[in-house]
Nanobody, 115 residues
Framework: VQLVESGGGSVQTGGSLRLSCAPS????????MAWFRQSPGKEREAVAA???????AYTDSVKGRFTISKDKAKNTLYLQMNNLKPEDTGVYYC???????????WGQGTQVTVS
């Protein structure tokens, strides 16, 4: 099983990026999916999550700017990030989990830099 993130990069304040996470070996429909980030000097934090029933949740700092979604046909998870701020800089990780079994899987991360 692998989760492969893409779409990171460098962008100016106010810009947008869309991150993608393409799992192999698991279906985004069968797990709770989430995006985490680790900013310089800070601990990894949950940014956005989407449950198997498509219910979403966001950390307060990104509400109204970020949107998490999944395309079941493409088996891909997305994070649309708009109005980016320097404090959004960090490595963004995709994660799949199932609280019923304790299973979790992480991607390798993709760097987002906002200046």
């Amino acid at each position: 099983v692998q989760l492969v993130e893409s779409g990171g990069g460098s962008v100016q304040t106010g810009g947008s990026l869309r991150l993608s996470c393409a799992p192999s070996g698991l279906s985004v429909s069968d797990f709770s999916m989430a995006w985490f980030r680790q900013s310089p000097g800070k601990e990894r934090e949950a940014v956005a999550a989407i449950r198997r029933d498509d219910l979403t949740a966001y950390t307060d700092s990104v509400k109204g700017r970020f949107t998490i979604s999944k395309d079941k046909a493409k088996n891909t998870l997305y994070l649309q990030m708009n109005n980016l701020k320097p404090e959004d800089t960090g490595v963004y990780y995709c994660a799949a989990s199932d609280c019923r079994t304790g299973y979790e899987k992480w991607g390798q991360g993709t760097q987002v830099t906002v200046s």
